[in-house]
């Protein structure tokens, strides 16, 4: 992929544009964003940056337009111009009316509108038009955040073969909350498109792919999940922050006299900071209700500590937020009416923004960093705050609810919603000792500095090429047309021909109930399966996990022969021979186990059959299932340790069978008596890999799906195999 074009893509450009008094002024953002990105072969010629310069395109002219364009381009960025409308409906719409608070679990607040939804398809597809403008087959495409959940799809559709990423930088909700969303199944849908799906932290990527599982029906194995053909990899990277930056800027003569200003302002007192941007799930109310405790609680603390209180202005026209605003203003007006003194102000507050240096000397100087938010994807005020204390002489207090708990242990961890345990945790941190302070401090700056932002966006893309190498290992044996000929022919040209396939998964689909009469064949399978049965010379065979009594029910009046329960049982000449080996003896106390994890798991089923016991889950929400299957994996394999029955995980089982009971052994008695010049097989899952084993060299063996497989071929579904097949039929 050396010499790729990269493109990023987000909603915001890492530049903004204005207009004030009939002139454009251009801006760089200093966004976390902006500074991940930075790192990405910043200098090359073949990077490119699209997105939306911040501007209404109802305020500019066509020539103005074209300036922009011009000046952006120079910043290696592209703009995408979107009107007011499309501001207010896509952005202030779908994105921050419906998916914000919903990912943020404040379904309560939010307000849909068919129109949004709309706006959200029309403005991810004018981004999906632009970047296929800019990309070709082998541009690596970088894809931001909640605003473009359905462009990873669009993407895909016109350009197959492109590398694809998507990294959302919000929380990732419950599949219990996700399914809310009206158009939950087309968002899902959307973020698929793309070869690599990443996260912040596990939880993210584990709902993701639950609603994934049980909203679209696409399992996953260690974060692998097959989807159109193709590998998706869904993993988590905890963005880190330009950890250096910080350090530099604390040691800045002019932030160095800031700190010293803020330290002679609160002399003698403790300084608690909260900085955030005004917003209903940074849990600004909960901690001021805290603090407003421990001066209750704890008067003694009265003149000797202060919380410097610091929001961000953030979407003010709208009216959640101006209510919000309003009862931070009254609340903070009450608690400092009511403590404060001629001399002593208990909250200093402000509602501005801050320029770098002057939050960076905030960080500083404060003693405790108050980071508590209801719900927060990240939170990277935790991990600045971190940076920015060059004597690691600070304390963070930091929400359970915040992505960055996972990494900062050694924070104090609070219930945000806990307003009693805010304020317990604020005392302990007002006197904690020196040396655990330093301790706790300097741990999580190592980590931090280990792992910075520049180490997470590169990590990222490794990993996407890393994905499109996997990609390229399944697809290397996909069967095309030149070896699709070069079977019919073979077949054609071949005196006996033996074709074994495998049936659920292979030539029929799978049935969320065992129940066989679900499975049984459509009037068009069978029919292609008497006419391969009969083609002069060709012997068919169906080798299947069925019991005898369900293959004789659907093909007892066919010219095939069958093998049942993965061939313990032989029908040939219509009569059923079975195997010799006992399985009985064995049932009773791997039954027992099973009946308990049925009663326990909702969903389940046991099947049982005269040579292998089954248990199925594929009605078992994902979640749960994980942890069954493999809960009892791991029981049966010690019950089972002295004996010769052998437990493997399956498509959706459990099945426990005689060690010498397989397909590839069935298969190779078949090969004794067939003696062919051409053999098919064809199957789908890992007991049809035995007999992919067993066949000569020349066989053609075909695998149906991805996965890794022995087989010289793989074909991408069941569709595909039926396809191959009547073209055989018809030769």
């Given at each position: 992929?050396?010499g790729?074009?990269i493109?990023?893509?987000?909603?915001?450009?890492?530049?903004?544009?204005?207009?004030?008094?009939?002139?454009?002024?251009f801006?760089?953002?200093?966004?976390?964003?902006?500074?991940?990105?930075?790192?990405?072969?910043?200098?090359?010629?073949?990077?490119?940056?699209?997105?939306?310069p911040?501007?209404?395109?109802?305020?500019?002219?066509?020539?103005?337009?074209?300036?922009?364009?011009?000046?952006?381009?120079?910043?290696?960025?592209?703009?995408?111009?979107?009107?007011?409308?499309?501001?207010?409906k896509?952005?202030?719409?779908?994105?921050?009316?419906?998916?914000?608070?919903?990912?943020?679990?404040?379904?309560?607040?939010?307000?849909?509108?068919?129109?949004?939804?709309?706006?959200?398809?029309?403005?991810?597809?004018?981004?999906?038009?632009?970047?296929?403008?800019?990309a070709?087959?082998?541009?690596?495409?970088w894809?931001?955040?909640?605003?473009?959940?359905?462009?990873?799809?669009?993407?895909?559709?016109?350009?197959?073969?492109?590398?694809?990423?998507?990294?959302?930088?919000?929380?990732?909700?419950?599949?219990?909350?996700?399914?809310?969303?009206?158009?939950?199944?087309?968002?899902?849908?959307?973020?698929?498109?793309?070869?690599?799906?990443?996260?912040?932290?596990?939880?993210?990527?584990?709902?993701?792919?639950?609603?994934?599982?049980?909203i679209l029906?696409?399992e996953n194995?260690?974060?692998?999940?097959?989807?159109?053909?193709?590998i998706?990899k869904?993993?988590?990277?905890?963005?880190?922050?330009?950890?250096?930056?910080?350090?530099?800027?604390?040691?800045?003569?002019?932030?160095?006299?800031?700190?010293?200003?803020?330290?002679?302002?609160?002399?003698?007192?403790?300084?608690?900071?909260?900085?955030?941007?005004?917003?209903?799930?940074?849990?600004?109310?909960?901690?001021?209700?805290?603090?407003?405790?421990?001066?209750?609680?704890?008067?003694?603390?009265?003149?000797?500590?202060?919380?410097?209180?610091?929001?961000?202005?953030?979407?003010?026209?709208?009216?959640?937020?101006?209510?919000?605003?309003?009862?931070?203003?009254?609340?903070?007006?009450?608690?400092?009416?009511?403590?404060?003194?001629?001399?002593?102000?208990?909250?200093?507050?402000?509602?501005?923004?801050?320029?770098?240096?002057?939050?960076?000397?905030?960080?500083?100087?404060?003693?405790?960093?108050?980071?508590?938010?209801?719900?927060?994807?990240?939170?990277?005020?935790?991990?600045?705050?971190?940076?920015?204390?060059?004597?690691?002489?600070?304390?963070?207090?930091?929400?359970?609810?915040a992505?960055?708990?996972?990494?900062?242990?050694?924070?104090?961890?609070?219930?945000?919603?806990?307003?009693?345990?805010?304020?317990?945790?604020?005392?302990?941190?007002?006197?904690?000792?020196?040396?655990?302070r330093?301790?706790?401090?300097?741990?999580?700056?190592q980590?931090?500095?280990?792992?910075?932002?520049?180490?997470?966006?590169?990590?990222?893309?490794?990993?996407?090429?890393?994905?499109?190498?996997i990609?390229?290992?399944?697809?290397?044996?996909?069967?095309?047309?030149?070896?699709?000929?070069?079977?019919?022919?073979?077949?054609?040209?071949?005196?006996?021909?033996l074709i074994?396939?495998?049936?659920?998964?292979?030539?029929?689909?799978?049935?969320?109930?065992?129940?066989?009469?679900?499975?049984?064949?459509?009037?068009?399978?069978?029919?292609?399966?008497?006419?391969?049965?009969k083609?002069?010379?060709?012997?068919?065979?169906?080798?299947?996990?069925?019991?005898?009594?369900?293959?004789?029910?659907?093909?007892?009046d066919?010219?095939?022969?069958?093998?049942?329960?993965?061939?313990?049982?032989?029908?040939?000449?219509?009569?059923?021979?079975?195997?010799?080996?006992?399985?009985?003896?064995?049932?009773?106390?791997?039954?027992?186990?099973?009946?308990?994890?049925?009663?326990?798991?909702?969903?389940?089923?046991?099947e049982e059959?005269?040579?292998?016991?089954?248990?199925?889950?594929r009605?078992?929400?994902?979640?749960?299932?994980?942890?069954?299957?493999?809960?009892?994996?791991k029981?049966?394999?010690?019950?089972?340790?002295?004996?010769?029955?052998?437990?493997?995980?399956?498509?959706?089982?459990?099945?426990?069978?005689?060690?010498?009971?397989?397909?590839?052994?069935?298969?190779?008695?078949l090969?004794?008596?067939?003696?062919?010049?051409?053999?098919?097989?064809?199957?789908?899952?890992?007991?049809?890999?035995?007999?992919?084993?067993?066949?000569?060299?020349g066989?053609?063996?075909?695998k149906?799906?991805?996965?890794?497989?022995?087989?010289?071929?793989?074909?991408?579904?069941?569709?595909?195999?039926?396809?191959?097949?009547?073209?055989?039929a018809?030769?």
């Amino acid at each position: 992929m050396r010499g790729s074009k990269i493109i990023i893509v987000s909603n915001r450009l890492p530049v903004y544009v204005s207009k004030e008094n009939g002139k454009l002024i251009f801006g760089r953002s200093s966004g976390g964003l902006a500074t991940a990105m930075s790192s990405i072969d910043a200098k090359a010629s073949n990077r490119v940056w699209i997105g939306w310069p911040g501007i209404s395109a109802d305020k500019l002219t066509a020539a103005e337009k074209a300036a922009v364009g011009r000046k952006l381009k120079t910043y290696g960025c592209r703009p995408i111009f979107l009107t007011d409308k499309q501001i207010k409906k896509f952005y202030g719409g779908y994105c921050n009316a419906i998916l914000w608070p919903l990912f943020h679990y404040f379904q309560s607040l939010i307000k849909y509108r068919e129109a949004d939804w709309l706006a959200y398809q029309a403005v991810n597809k004018l981004f999906q038009k632009a970047v296929a403008s800019e990309a070709d087959k082998n541009s690596l495409i970088w894809v931001h955040d909640y605003h473009l959940m359905l462009l990873p799809a669009m993407l895909r559709h016109s350009l197959p073969q492109a590398s694809i990423g998507y990294f959302l930088h919000i929380p990732f909700p419950s599949y219990e909350i996700f399914r809310l969303l009206p158009n939950r199944k087309e968002i899902l849908k959307g973020l698929m498109g793309a070869d690599l799906i990443g996260f912040h932290i596990y939880d993210y990527a584990r709902h993701f792919l639950n609603s994934v599982s049980r909203i679209l029906g696409v399992e996953n194995k260690y974060g692998l999940a097959e989807f159109k053909d193709r590998i998706v990899k869904v993993d988590t990277f905890p963005i880190g922050i330009d950890y250096d930056k910080f350090q530099a800027a604390i040691t800045r003569p002019n932030t160095k006299k800031e700190i010293d200003s803020i330290n002679r302002n609160y002399d003698g007192q403790k300084i608690i900071l909260s900085i955030d941007r005004l917003d209903y799930t940074k849990g600004i109310l909960q901690r001021l209700a805290a603090f407003e405790l421990l001066l209750k609680e704890h008067p003694g603390l009265i003149k000797k500590v202060v919380l410097i209180m610091v929001t961000i202005p953030s979407r003010t026209n709208v009216q959640t937020y101006k209510d919000l605003k309003q009862e931070i203003d009254q609340t903070v007006g009450r608690i400092n009416g009511k403590y404060a003194s001629s001399d002593w102000t208990p909250i200093a507050y402000q509602f501005k923004n801050l320029a770098f240096e002057n939050t960076a000397a905030l960080y500083a100087a404060a003693d405790v960093a108050l980071v508590t938010p209801l719900r927060d994807g990240m939170n990277l005020v935790a991990k600045e705050y971190l940076a920015s204390q060059s004597d690691a002489d600070g304390v963070l207090i930091l929400s359970e609810m915040a992505g960055a708990i996972d990494e900062l242990q050694e924070s104090l961890h609070v219930n945000p919603n806990d307003v009693r345990s805010i304020k317990s945790a604020l005392l302990k941190a007002l006197n904690m000792p020196k040396a655990e302070r330093l301790q706790r401090m300097e741990t999580m700056q190592q980590r931090l500095e280990a792992y910075n932002v520049h180490d997470w966006s590169s990590d990222f893309i490794d990993q996407l090429k890393q994905v499109k190498l996997i990609q390229a290992e399944q697809t290397a044996k996909l069967l095309d047309s030149k070896s699709r000929r070069l079977i019919v022919d073979a077949f054609k040209e071949s005196n006996r021909r033996l074709i074994i396939l495998d049936y659920d998964g292979t030539i029929q689909r799978f049935f969320r109930s065992p129940d066989p009469e679900l499975a049984k064949p459509s009037k068009n399978l069978r029919s292609l399966i008497e006419k391969l049965g009969k083609q002069a010379d060709t012997k068919l065979c169906i080798v299947s996990g069925r019991t005898p009594e369900a293959l004789e029910s659907w093909f007892a009046d066919l010219p095939i022969k069958l093998i049942a329960e993965h061939g313990a049982w032989v029908r040939d000449d219509n009569k059923w021979s079975r195997a010799r080996n006992s399985f009985s003896k064995h049932n009773q106390k791997i039954l027992t186990l099973l009946r308990q994890y049925a009663r326990r798991t909702v969903g389940s089923n046991i099947e049982e059959k005269a040579y292998s016991l089954v248990w199925h889950y594929r009605n078992v929400p994902a979640e749960l299932a994980y942890v069954r299957n493999r809960s009892l994996k791991k029981e049966l394999d010690e019950l089972l340790r002295k004996t010769n029955l052998v437990a493997h995980l399956g498509n959706k089982i459990i099945e426990i069978k005689p060690r010498n009971i397989n397909k590839g052994l069935a298969v190779r008695k078949l090969l004794k008596s067939a003696k062919s010049d051409f053999i098919l097989c064809i199957g789908d899952d890992y007991t049809d890999e035995d007999m992919y084993k067993v066949l000569p060299a020349g066989a053609f063996t075909i695998k149906v799906g991805l996965g890794k497989t022995d087989a010289h071929f793989r074909l991408p579904d069941i569709d595909a195999a039926l396809s191959l097949l009547k073209k055989i039929a018809q030769a």
